[in-house]
Every structure is written in C-alpha cells, then in structure tokens.
C-alpha cells in the first residue's frame, strides 16, 4: 500500500476524528488505496496519526449512481462545479500517541517543509522512518465501505458541523482532556 504524508487543514479534522466525515475530497488523488499520515497545518503543526483511505470515487464518472437520492446528488453536483471530483473513502483514523510537531520533524531533518497536499513517502526516506517510530494508539473509528453512505457523501464541513451528531460528539470530545494534544 502506497504510504502518503497528507496536510490536512484544522478546522476539518474534527468531523474525521468523531467519525463524522467519511470521505475525503480532492480535485488530484493517488488513484489507489493509500495510508496517510496525516499532518494538521496552521496553529497545530503536527502529525497527528494514520488515516487509512480507499480508492477514490470520481464524482464526475459515478453521478448517475446518485440520480434516486436527490440530496446526494445536489451535494455531488456542487463538488464537481467546484473541480473537487474525487470522493476518497475514509476507511479508518489511528491517532500517535504523542503527536510529532513540525519542530520536532525539523529537529531530525533541517529545513523540513510539509507540503500543500501530499506526497509520497517513498521519496523522503528520513521522514518516513521518524513517522513510523511514532507509537500508535488506538483506532478512533473504522468506516466499512461496503457500500455508499449516500447521508454523508459530499457533505462539506460546515454541514456536518450542524449535525446533531457532531454537535454531540463535539461536547463529549471537549471534556475529554486525551485530545488537548492534538489542537
């Protein structure tokens, strides 16, 4: 399986780690299952875990799929005008448990800059070996796939934000003193 070192925008990982989000959106993507190491950009600035992800879905090619959910089909079509046409699956998210801050990274390899989107691991070795000594703890969720989640497929952020379900999670989570480490 193909390794990744993904950025990941903040204020879009919390409907991931509730395992709210089921699917990742890109306009380019690694056309096969991949494992993620998943790297929190802005305030954060650390690798946080592993997200495991499926072979991304092109919205474009599989509209026609959504034509009996009408819903779905309005979030799809919304995608694909905004160019973001790969659909990822999010199959599972293992969180470090302590996670790596950039500095951290710098400390081992100078001048380290984490990328905009991604890039393969394969090709930064000393990176790949750091993030694999990380000591993984424990699987936040895992997501089956078998078949569409139609309610969640194309569902921007601040959609699932005003889901009953993320209003929940998120006040159980805050109280929760074991993620303080990851914002």
Do not use: W
Not at 89 to 96: A, C, E, R, Y
Not at 127 to 152: A, S, T
Request: charge should be positive.
């Amino acid at each position: 399986m193909k390794e990744i070192f993904l950025s990941f925008r903040p204020e879009y990982f919390k409907p991931l780690l509730y395992g709210i989000k089921k699917y990742e959106y890109r306009k380019r993507f690694c056309n096969e299952e991949v494992k993620a190491y998943l790297y929190l950009s802005g305030k954060s600035r650390r690798v946080v875990g592993i997200m495991e992800l499926g072979k991304p879905i092109r919205l474009d090619l599989t509209r026609s799929k959504y034509l009996n959910y009408s819903e779905t089909l309005k979030r799809v079509d919304k995608y694909i005008l905004k160019r973001d046409i790969y659909a990822i699956p999010i199959k599972s998210l293992i969180l470090f448990d302590n996670p790596i801050s950039l500095n951290e990274i710098r400390q081992q390899i100078p001048g380290f800059m984490p990328p905009q989107m991604y890039f393969v691991l394969d090709n930064h070795p000393k990176l790949k070996i750091l993030l694999e000594r990380q000591l993984l703890n424990r699987k936040v969720f895992i997501h089956q796939h078998d078949e569409i989640y139609y309610e969640n497929l194309a569902m921007s952020v601040s959609e699932l934000k005003e889901t009953k379900q993320f209003k929940i999670l998120d006040s159980l989570y805050r109280q929760n003193k074991e993620f303080d480490n990851i914002f």
